[in-house]
């Protein structure tokens, strides 16, 4: 039973390069199927982490292939929209997010060279969430602009004040994160310090 809760963590980081795939095809069958793609990933996060609990099958692999794949997943998406769409999900706002997250991988791993860890934020988990709903919001709206019932709405919202407020929020989420575990970080320093 302990592979399971890895084996889902695996699923969500071998689906991302075919939602990539499907973005860049920009037709209605791609762009619902990404839709069904990032659904499935979406879940993934949420399906892996309840089965490791209530199965009491965590793992050190499982603890660090989890991250990672929420990286690939969330990270691959960004990238992937601001190159397509640079008008709805701007470079500087996917670069603030990619920068926060290799700030935080070299806080951990610098972390872990001391024999010191730093746990996983609630915090952090609600960024996590807002970047994925921002990201399930924009590949429903994207989907229906194929839609010529939903087509001029779906491009109101998507090129609107609202998208950008949005992303702008996950942005700022994105950075306090960043802030918090380099706070955390310090504190664990000086208690160690302090022991010594």
């Known amino acids: 039973m302990q592979f399971i809760p890895n084996a889902i963590t695996i699923l969500r980081i071998l689906v991302t390069p075919f939602l990539i795939a499907c973005l860049f095809q920009q037709t209605i069958w791609y762009a619902s199927l990404a839709c069904a793609l990032f659904l499935t990933g979406a879940i993934s996060d949420y399906v892996d982490g309840y089965v490791a609990r209530t199965q009491k099958t965590q793992t050190k692999l499982g603890r660090h292939l989890d991250p990672v794949a929420d990286k690939v997943f969330v990270m691959g998406l960004f ?3 601001a190159w397509l769409y640079p008008l709805i999900v701007p470079w500087w706002a996917v670069g603030v997010i990619i920068l926060r997250d290799v700030f935080v991988t070299g806080l951990r791993l610098h972390a872990d060279s001391k024999h010191r ?3 996983t934020l609630q915090f952090a988990k ?3 969430v807002m970047q ?4 399930g919001i924009l590949l429903i709206l994207l989907m229906l602009q194929y839609y010529s019932d939903t087509a001029t709405f779906s491009r109101e919202l998507l090129y609107g004040n609202g998208m950008f407020i949005l992303l702008s929020i996950v942005v700022l989420m994105t950075c306090l994160t ?3 575990y380099l ?3 310090f504190k664990k320093s000086t208690e160690l310090l302090i022991h010594d």
């Open 132 to 135: 994925m709903g921002y990201l």
């Open 183 to 185: 706070i955390i970080y």
């Open 79 to 81: 990238i992937s929209l």
């Open 178 to 180: 960043g802030l918090s």
């Open 117 to 119: 860890s730093l746990p």
């Open 126 to 128: 609600l960024k996590t």
